[in-house]
């Protein structure tokens, strides 16, 4: 088992960080900061899932102030070996471009509501789930579930 690099502490008076750490490059980087979490997840869950979508090998660490000092949260990670979800999409009867952009839509609102509840570092098993609820789900339903994992982010 690969064993995660360690992050350096950042500097400053403690805030909410979020660190990237590429194999390629052998050091970490400051991803993104702010004085609220919120952001920063969102930011994470973003390039989390850009630079896993283009294939890169990617480690992440999430510091914030705990007690005034600085804490470095637990942050999910991917294992390193699983199958990769079919995007493929249901036959509707419906042109298949407009079935692409609506099952993207529909992704795209449930990927949004996930990141706004704190969960911003999928599985394999987790982006699966995604999967079947766009496919399956019209996107007044997806809409719905969404602004649910909004409220309960919020809480």
Do not use: I, N
């Amino acid at each position: 088992m690969e064993k995660r690099p360690e992050s350096p502490r950042p500097q400053g008076a403690p805030r909410w960080v979020a660190m990237v750490h590429r194999p390629a490059d052998g050091s970490w980087r400051t991803a993104a900061e702010s004085p609220h979490r919120s952001p920063v997840l969102y930011a994470l869950g973003e390039m989390a899932h850009t630079l896993r979508a283009r294939g890169e090998d990617v480690t992440f660490a999430l510091w914030g102030p705990r007690d005034g000092e600085w804490h470095l949260h637990d942050t999910p990670q991917r294992p390193a070996t699983a199958p990769r979800p079919s995007t493929d999409a249901a036959p509707t009867g419906e042109p298949a471009g407009l079935t692409e952009r609506m099952t993207g839509r529909r992704h795209q609102v449930l990927m949004a509501g996930l990141t706004k509840a704190g969960l911003y570092d999928l599985s394999p098993e987790d982006e699966t789930t995604v999967q079947t609820l766009v496919q399956r789900l019209d996107e007044s339903t997806v809409r719905h579930v969404a602004h649910w994992l909004v409220t309960a982010g919020t809480r």
